[in-house]
Every structure is written in C-alpha cells, then in structure tokens.
C-alpha cells in the first residue's frame, strides 16, 4: 500500500513539475525534490523516467475520459436540439480543463511531445474507443468519429492554452467562441439534419 500512495504522490508531484518546468526541465532530481522523495525510490515505482511520464499521462488521459463518458448521454437527449446537446457536452469538458490547469498543462505538453508517439499513443487509442463507440450513432455513417473527436479535443486544448498564458481571457466570450468553432465544424456530420 506504501508504494502505491508513493506512486500516486509522484504521479502528482510530475503532474505539477512538468505543468510548472515543462517536459525538458521535468528531471527524477525536480520530481522527488517537488515530492520529498528520495530519487532513487522512483525506480521503485516506475521502470524509469519515460515510464513515469507515461503513466503520469495515462492518469490524466484516463480522467479527461472518464469525464466526457460522463457526459456523452446528452447526446442522446431528444427534449433536446443537437446544438443544446453539443453545448452541455462541451461545457463540461471545457469547464473541467479550465478548472485542472497543471493537470491540462502537463496532458498537452506530453500529448504533443515525441514520448506520447513513443510511449502513450496505442494505449490513448484503446482508451478513447469506446468514447467513439458512444459518439457513433450521434454521426452519419460516413463520418471519421476518431478525426471528429480528435479534432475537438484538439480545439479546446489550443483554447485552454491560449486562456491559461493569458491571450484569452477566461469569461463567457471565449468559452462561446470555442463552442462555435467546434461546433460550426462538426454540426455537417450529424445524422439528424436538426442542427
């Protein structure tokens, strides 16, 4: 149980490194300083450090999952307009990333790095099947689900990033014009032309 909490506390003490130093600066040195941990037990807990960032980003790729999953049912709400649907949907993640700035930081600057090719891909693939499963039956048949969503995710993460350096603010105008570039984008491929 200890070096399970242990592995939990440099899981978050990488999450606030990286977030904070990015990628490069994020050394086994910085990590168990920011933890309190002595260096040499992280290769207790993980092979080493590219196996320690990937877990620290499957982690989060597993949360930012697990909190669209959440959500994906409002897609299937009749009561409602598919852009209604659209808009409940992207709020919550939207407001989740937002609210999550160093775990956002950190799963972008892994995402777009070599490691996430090297390390992470497969495992991000297999995990954000069945998100695409859910989101099916919401498009027409000839519609790429994977590219949809990748480009959704893509969007917003481009966005957070844009609020949290400050070249955005974060306020109601933003949060729309990210729900109208997302959603002017992907409304052609409903199946229901109610959009």
Not at 9 to 28: E, Q, S
Request: with cysteine; charged share 30%; aromatic share 14%.
């Amino acid at each position: 149980m200890k070096q399970d909490d242990t592995r939990l506390r440099l899981i978050d003490g990488t999450i606030h490194v990286i977030a904070r130093n990015g990628l490069d600066k994020a050394t086994t040195k910085s990590i168990g300083i920011e933890t309190s941990t002595n260096e040499a037990y992280i290769y207790r807990c993980f092979k080493d450090k590219e196996d320690m960032f990937a877990k620290t980003f499957e982690s989060l790729d597993e949360e930012l999952v697990n909190k669209a999953m959440q959500h994906v049912s409002v897609m299937y709400m009749q009561e409602m307009n598919y852009e209604m649907r659209c808009r409940v949907f992207f709020t919550s993640v939207w407001k989740f990333m937002l609210g999550n700035k160093d775990k956002c930081l950190t799963f972008i600057r892994y995402y777009y790095s070599p490691y996430f090719k090297q390390y992470s891909a497969e495992s991000h693939n297999r995990r954000y099947k069945p998100l695409v499963e859910k989101f099916k039956d919401a498009f027409r048949d000839e519609a790429n689900v994977w590219m949809l969503l990748n480009y959704i995710l893509n969007v917003m993460l481009d966005f957070a990033v844009k609020v949290f350096d400050g070249a955005v603010p974060n306020n109601d105008d933003t949060a729309e014009h990210v729900f109208r570039l997302i959603y002017g984008s992907v409304k052609q491929y409903f199946r229901k032309k109610e959009c």
